[in-house]
């Protein structure tokens, strides 16, 4: 039973960057029919994808192209853990963030398990 | 992005009634559709994969149907531990995308 754990600040400042860890327990982040995604949500914009990171013989990432410009998320093997770098946040960022474990089978691709959420509020 | 609508945006129905949402896609998706169902101060908890698989341990008055553009996701027979918000979401082509939401409470 995948477990997914999540920490980090509940408050930025305006320009500055939302960082935060997903811890994995259960899996690996390195499997190869996994992809290891980051979700937010908000009254304003609903849920929307942010981006991936999964190993297929090397590490790729997918990411939304309106965040693109401004995020980063990495894997750490060595914790079996992945991260969210988000920088130069405006308060159109506050949002609950997820992360979220995205199984691939034959049946196709499913965000099956999601981690507790982290209201991250951006304000001075 | 392909876009979802869902409609109604919320409904009230009364416990053992059958209740069902729709999902409409702004271009063809096959069956590479998902449902979640969210209760307050939770994340979302998938009900339904590849348009009408249930996921494992989710009680099966629900069921999820339609391929390309329209798609259902019904309650057999609505109980009280069904209040919440459900969403579709796609898959078919990136990026994964959301419909808005239908809200679900007991009359």
């Given at each position: ?18 960082s935060l860890?997903c811890?994995i ?18 009254p ?21 192209v309106?965040?693109?410009?401004r ?17 130069s ?36 | ?24 896609a ?15 101060g ?5 009900l ?12 099966s ?13 019904t ?11 459900f ?6 082509s990136?990026p ?12």
């Amino acid at each position: 039973q995948v477990h997914l754990q999540q920490s980090g600040p509940g408050l930025v400042k305006p320009s500055q960057t939302l960082s935060l860890t997903c811890d994995i327990s259960g899996d690996s982040v390195s499997r190869n029919s996994a992809a290891w995604n980051w979700i937010r949500q908000s009254p304003s914009r609903g849920l929307e994808w942010l981006g991936r990171t999964y190993y297929r013989s090397k590490w790729y990432n997918d990411y939304e192209v309106s965040v693109k410009s401004r995020i980063i998320i990495n894997p750490d093997t060595s914790k079996n853990q992945f991260s969210l770098q988000l920088n130069s946040v405006t308060p159109e960022d506050t949002a609950v963030y997820y992360c979220v474990r995205e199984r691939i089978t034959a049946a196709g691709a499913r965000f099956d398990s999601w981690g507790q959420g982290i209201l991250v509020t951006v304000s001075s | 992005a392909i876009q979802l609508t869902q409609s109604p945006s919320s409904l009230s129905a009364s416990v053992g009634d059958r209740v069902t949402i729709t999902c409409r896609a702004s271009q063809g998706i096959s069956s590479a559709l998902a449902w979640f169902q969210q209760k307050p101060g939770q994340p979302p908890k998938l009900l339904i994969y590849d348009a009408s698989s249930l996921e494992s341990g989710v009680p099966s008055r629900f069921s999820g149907g339609g391929s390309g553009t329209d798609f259902t996701l019904t309650i057999s027979s609505l109980q009280p531990e069904d209040v919440a918000t459900f969403y579709c979401q796609q898959f078919n082509s990136y990026p994964p995308t959301f419909g808005p939401g239908t809200k679900v409470d007991i009359k």
